[in-house]
Nanobody
Framework: QVRVVESGGGSVEAGGSLRLSCSVSGDTGDDRVHLCMGWFRQSPGKEREAVGVVFTGDGVVKYADSLKGRFTISQDKPERSMYLQMDGLKPEDTAVYYC?????????????????WGQGTQVNVSS
C-alpha cells in the first residue's frame, strides 16, 4: 500500500517562511521507477490548486505562474522525498497543503491526475 505523508505545516506571520516535507512509501505495483510528485493547496471556499510538480527522473519542476519566485520545490534521494520551501508568505497562502504522487516515465503537468494523496498539512499565515 502506498502512503503519502506531509509534514511541516504551522502558523507564521506574513513575510515569514515555512518548509513542508513529503515522503512516499510503499509499493505502487508499477514497473515505472520514477514518480511525478506534486504540491497542491486548498483554501476555505476555494477549489484545490496546483502549486508545482516535479518529475523525479530529472528533477524538473513546473510551478504555478502565480507562485513563481516565492515557492521552491526540491527533491531528495531516494526519489521519494520532496520539499516545498515557502518564502515571503502572505495571508492568502493560508490553506491545507497536499502532497500527491503517481508513477511516471515522463514529466507531468500541473493538471495531471495523481494516484496517491496525503492527508494534508495546515498552513496559516497571519497579517
Amino acid at each position: 500500500q502506498v502512503r503519502v505523508v506531509e509534514s511541516g505545516g504551522g502558523s507564521v506571520e506574513a513575510g515569514g517562511s515555512l518548509r513542508l516535507s513529503c515522503s512516499v512509501s510503499g509499493d505502487t505495483g508499477d514497473d515505472r521507477v520514477h514518480l511525478c510528485m506534486g504540491w497542491f493547496r486548498q483554501s476555505p471556499g476555494k477549489e484545490r490548486e496546483a502549486v508545482g510538480v516535479v518529475f523525479t527522473g530529472d528533477g524538473v519542476v513546473k510551478y504555478a505562474d502565480s507562485l513563481k519566485g516565492r515557492f521552491t520545490i526540491s527533491q531528495d534521494k531516494p526519489e521519494r522525498s520532496m520539499y516545498l520551501q515557502m518564502d515571503g508568505l502572505k495571508p492568502e497562502d493560508t490553506a491545507v497543503y497536499y502532497c500527491a504522487a503517481r508513477p511516471a516515465i515522463f514529466r507531468c503537468r500541473l493538471d495531471s491526475d495523481f494516484d496517491y494523496w496525503g492527508q494534508g498539512t495546515q498552513v496559516n499565515v497571519s497579517s
